[in-house]
């Protein structure tokens, strides 16, 4: 057996709420993201509602999926909103000159969007045009979603189909201006965001800037130097290459165990950068009130082989299923600056929690992981220190403590160790508890992956393993295993 794994959770005081919205998702126009994977349109033989895949809707509903992001990405400064209103035989067909210069039918457009997140229950995040677009496009689209006046934008939404506005919860202005959309450099960006704002005016959103690719901390301080005052919030996208190589960032499945440790180590570089966008932020920001937006996040690997080019297709294992744990336990760390997060990205495209094939659906073991996390969505932080063995340059052992709505204190606990269970014993401070209820999520391989035509290989399972007695909580993690543990 390994070292022991030794903590002290104490259940007796409490940290900042994690708002929900860290669990949200991203779906952009991009492959089979959202066409084929979401939509497949009312004359589909896939069974579905108003075009909507009804076996996506059902297991995004089962998610609670509490905000999604559209049109994208890279995509969103490319996209023109006008190609996707109005009856949808006579829309354009576009090239999505991004993403493999896929033909767009414009199908799934801002009337489909808003009623999509309606049928999941998600709030929304829009993001606007900054790069091939106009703030007065801009601000047009925006009236046309929102305005409760009997303008002709306004009247037009009705036309096609909408009579009350609807609530835009989130709005981007541009993405990824420093790469895809626009290689800017800060200071240009952060003029261009601020005559965006100016004309757009959202009255209830909250804006989202357009914020550092990785590490760029001159970004996060330009930024909050010249535009501060005009947003809500600034994103910060990282993936996650198993290499660290854009050129080659490894395979999906078939990898060895250095590769294993590899993603972790990459994974973790993402502590960092929370802690010093974090800090930047608050030599503008002391009380915390603009909120860091890791508005897209996951892993990035190969495509999938004879997969178009383009489309961002991968398969997705349990390695990816821990990834995203140890990431949502860093998002739990910084619950208070971390209040929006976005993975990239929903359905068959990059760390997806849904995979299609025709008229088949497979949940993915990051499905599952967002499953398991459930009970974090609104939940009070509890403080949990581990005093875990190495494994590579990272903690064997990763793990938080919340206290849910539902008053039960949940634990999360990740071994990254692909070989050995690890033995943890953890001091609870607080009330004397004696119930302990739990779920596992491991594999056979570490990557164990569920297939379209094969019974699931990756799902949660009830997990006995652990005890309360007197004021400690004893348990053993099987190797390369998630246990989300209840206790009350
Ligand atoms: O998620 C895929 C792409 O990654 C997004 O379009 C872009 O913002 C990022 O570079």
Same mark, same amino acid.
């Given at each position: 057996?390994s ?8 259940m ?11 669990y949200?998702?991203?779906?952009e126009?991009? =492959?089979?993201g ?9 004359d589909s033989a896939?069974?579905?509602t108003? =075009?909507?895949?009804n076996?996506?809707?059902?297991a995004l509903?089962?998610l609670d999926?509490p905000?999604?992001?559209w049109?994208g ?7 023109h909103?006008?190609n996707?209103? =109005?009856p949808?035989?006579?829309?354009p ?38 790069g091939?677009?106009t ?6 689209w ?7 006046s ?7 939404r ?15 202005v541009?993405?990824e201006p420093? =790469?895809?959309?626009g290689?800017?450099r ?7 965001f601020?005559q ?8 209830d959103s ?7 690719d990785a590490?760029?901390?001159d ?6 130097t ?7 919030a ?15 960032k ?20 993402m502590?960092?950068m ?10 503008t920001d ?8 890791v508005?897209?996040w ?15 297709q991968?398969q997705?294992?349990?390695?990816d299923?821990?990834l ?8 739990h ?25 025709g ?6 073991p ?5 499953q ?8 009070t ?8 063995p ?24 990740v071994n990254l ?10 001091d ?10 739990g ?6 391989q570490m990557?164990?992956h569920n297939?379209f035509?094969?019974?699931?290989v990756?799902?949660p399972?009830?997990?006995r393993?652990?005890r ?12 390369k295993?998630?246990v989300?543990?209840?206790?009350e």
């Amino acid at each position: 057996a390994s070292a022991q794994t030794a903590g002290r959770l104490q259940m007796d005081q409490s940290g900042p709420v994690i708002a929900p919205e860290v669990y949200g998702q991203f779906m952009e126009q991009l =492959g089979t993201g959202i066409d084929e994977g979401v939509w497949v349109g009312p004359d589909s033989a896939i069974p579905n509602t108003h =075009g909507f895949r009804n076996d996506v809707v059902a297991a995004l509903k089962a998610l609670d999926v509490p905000v999604v992001r559209w049109p994208g990405g890279c995509y969103a400064d490319i996209y023109h909103w006008r190609n996707g209103v =109005g009856p949808r035989a006579e829309r354009p067909v576009t090239l999505n000159r991004w993403w493999g210069n896929k033909e767009e039918n414009n199908a799934f457009g801002t009337h489909e969007f808003f009623e999509f997140a309606e049928l999941i229950g998600a709030k929304t995040y829009l993001s606007i045009n900054l790069g091939t677009g106009t703030p007065g496009e801009a601000a047009d689209w925006i009236e046309y979603i929102t305005s409760p006046s009997g303008s002709r934008l306004a009247q037009e939404r009705r036309a096609n189909g909408r009579e009350k506005p609807w609530k835009i919860d989130y709005l981007g202005v541009g993405n990824e201006p420093w =790469g895809c959309g626009g290689r800017m450099r800060p200071a240009y960006y952060a003029d261009l965001f601020r005559q965006y704002v100016g004309f757009v005016k959202p009255n209830d959103s909250i804006v989202v800037a357009a914020g550092p690719d990785a590490t760029n901390y001159d970004w996060t301080r330009t930024l909050m130097t010249v535009a501060g005052k005009d947003f809500d919030a600034l994103s910060l996208h990282y993936y996650t290459l198993p290499t660290g190589d854009w050129t080659t960032k490894g395979p999906a499945l078939g990898f060895d165990e250095a590769q294993w440790r590899a993603t972790f180590e990459q994974t973790y570089r993402m502590a960092d950068m929370l802690r010093e966008h974090d800090a930047i932020m608050d030599e503008t920001d002391p009380a915390g009130a603009k909120i860091l937006a890791v508005d897209e996040w996951g892993a990035w690997y190969d495509p999938t082989p004879g997969s178009p080019g383009g489309w961002l297709q991968q398969q997705n294992s349990l390695r990816d299923a821990l990834l995203a744990a140890v990431n949502f336990n860093m998002f739990h760390r910084h619950a208070d600056r971390v209040r929006l997060a976005n993975v990239a990205q929903m359905v068959n495209v990059l760390q997806a929690m849904i995979l299609t094939d025709g008229e088949k659906m497979v949940l993915t073991p990051t499905y599952y992981a967002f499953q398991m996390y459930r009970p974090f969505q609104g939940a009070t932080v509890l403080p949990l220190s581990l005093e875990a063995p190495s494994y590579g340059t990272v903690k064997v052992v990763d793990g938080t403590a919340a206290r849910g709505t539902d008053g039960k204190v949940h634990l999360a606990l990740v071994n990254l160790d692909p070989r050995n269970a690890q033995p943890v014993s953890i001091d609870l401070d607080g009330a004397q508890l004696g119930a302990v209820t739990g779920q596992v999520l491991t594999a056979g391989q570490m990557d164990g992956h569920n297939g379209f035509d094969t019974a699931p290989v990756v799902q949660p399972a009830p997990f006995r393993d652990a005890r309360v007695s007197g004021r400690r909580l004893t348990t053993t993690l099987p190797a390369k295993s998630l246990v989300v543990l209840t206790l009350e």
